[in-house]
């Protein structure tokens, strides 16, 4: 993808801190972290989201995500470490080349997780029967 951000770093035309590198994918620190430390990973091969990206990249990914993680938990000692995906702008995405986010979490970081809200009566019965569904 010519114009695409995260294409462009891989292909070395824009400047990064490179964290690693394989045949599929390519990690890297992100510009504007939640901390330092926070690392985005990504597929060489162009897709946008979770729902287009090959079997194999996914895979790939999630292969590299893991590497990472220990790494990152070796070299920066976090509390803790959260890894996220936003798919389609829906759910926060602003850059559309599939990319995991690798976040180190430290002691009163200010970060919090989502909040929860419980399901209605029989709701829940029902949710998992539609996802089930189509799978
Ligand atoms: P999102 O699409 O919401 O998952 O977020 C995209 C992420 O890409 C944000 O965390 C940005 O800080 C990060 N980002 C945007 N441009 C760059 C860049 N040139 N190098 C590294 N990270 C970037
Ligand atoms: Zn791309």
Same mark, same amino acid.
């Given at each position: 993808?010519?114009?695409?951000?995260?294409?462009?770093?891989?292909?070395?035309?824009?400047?990064?801190?490179?964290?690693?590198?394989?045949?599929?994918?390519?990690?890297?620190?992100?510009?504007?972290?939640?901390?330092?430390?926070?690392?985005?990973?990504?597929?060489?091969?162009?897709?946008?989201?979770?729902?287009?990206?090959?079997?194999?990249?996914?895979?790939?990914?999630?292969?590299?995500?893991? @590497?990472?993680?220990? /790494?990152? =938990?070796? +070299?920066?000692?976090?509390?803790? !470490?959260?890894?996220?995906?936003?798919?389609?702008?829906?759910?926060?995405?602003?850059?559309?080349?599939?990319?995991?986010?690798?976040?180190?979490?430290?002691?009163?970081?200010?970060?919090?997780?989502?909040?929860? @809200?419980?399901?209605? /009566?029989? =709701?829940? +019965?029902?949710?998992?029967?539609? !996802?089930?569904?189509?799978?």
């Amino acid at each position: 993808m010519p114009d695409c951000l995260f294409c462009k770093i891989i292909r070395g035309e824009l400047p990064t801190n490179k964290i690693y590198e394989d045949e599929k994918t390519f990690a890297f620190l992100d510009i504007n972290p939640v901390n330092p430390g926070h690392t985005l990973v990504v597929p060489k091969k162009h897709a946008v989201d979770v729902f287009e990206i090959d079997e194999e990249e996914w895979n790939a990914v999630m292969g590299a995500v893991k @590497k990472i993680s220990l /790494a990152v =938990e070796k +070299a920066l000692q976090p509390t803790g !470490i959260n890894l996220g995906m936003n798919n389609k702008s829906g759910a926060g995405q602003v850059v559309f080349h599939a990319h995991v986010h690798i976040m180190p979490r430290f002691q009163n970081d200010g970060h919090e997780l989502w909040k929860g @809200k419980p399901y209605g /009566a029989g =709701e829940a +019965a029902k949710i998992a029967e539609k !996802i089930r569904g189509v799978i």
